[in-house]
Nanobody, 124 residues
Framework: QVQLVESGGGLVQAGGSLRLSCAASGRTVSRYNMGWFRQGPGKEREFVAAIRWFGGGTYYADSVKGRFTISRGNAENTVFLQLNSLEAEDTAVYYC?????????????????WGQGTQVTVSS
């Protein structure tokens, strides 16, 4: 089983930055594709970014492309999401997730494990 715990959320001014961390545990966690989702108030949970376990290739939602960066730690047990140039629309609970599917899974149903989420609030 894979366990995921997010951290690093908080309150930030528009234009500021945050770095979210996802601590993963499990003997085969490095073989999972990892993703970040977010759910804003009154909105559905949406795909943000994904990273392959093989090669480390990344994929981003158009809404965050060029502003957010997903990466894996050297030990392959930590996933990061660097949030730059934050906007009020980025306010949401951010979730880390792990998927055994190939490629860059975008649908919630393609992910096997989820963290508890961390709140990001951007003030305008």
């Amino acid at each position: 089983q894979v366990q995921l715990v997010e951290s690093g959320g908080g309150l930030v001014q528009a234009g500021g930055s945050l770095r979210l961390s996802c601590a993963a545990s499990g003997r085969t966690v490095s073989r999972y594709n990892m993703g970040w989702f977010r759910q804003g108030p009154g909105k559905e949970r949406e795909f943000v970014a994904a990273i392959r376990w093989f090669g480390g290739g990344t994929y981003y939602a158009d809404s965050v492309k060029g502003r957010f960066t997903i990466s894996r730690g050297n030990a392959e047990n930590t996933v990061f999401l660097q949030l730059n140039s934050l906007e009020a629309e980025d306010t949401a609970v951010y979730y880390c997730a792990a998927s055994s599917d190939a490629g860059y899974p975008r649908a919630k149903s393609q992910y096997d494990y989820w963290g508890q989420g961390t709140q990001v609030t951007v003030s305008s």
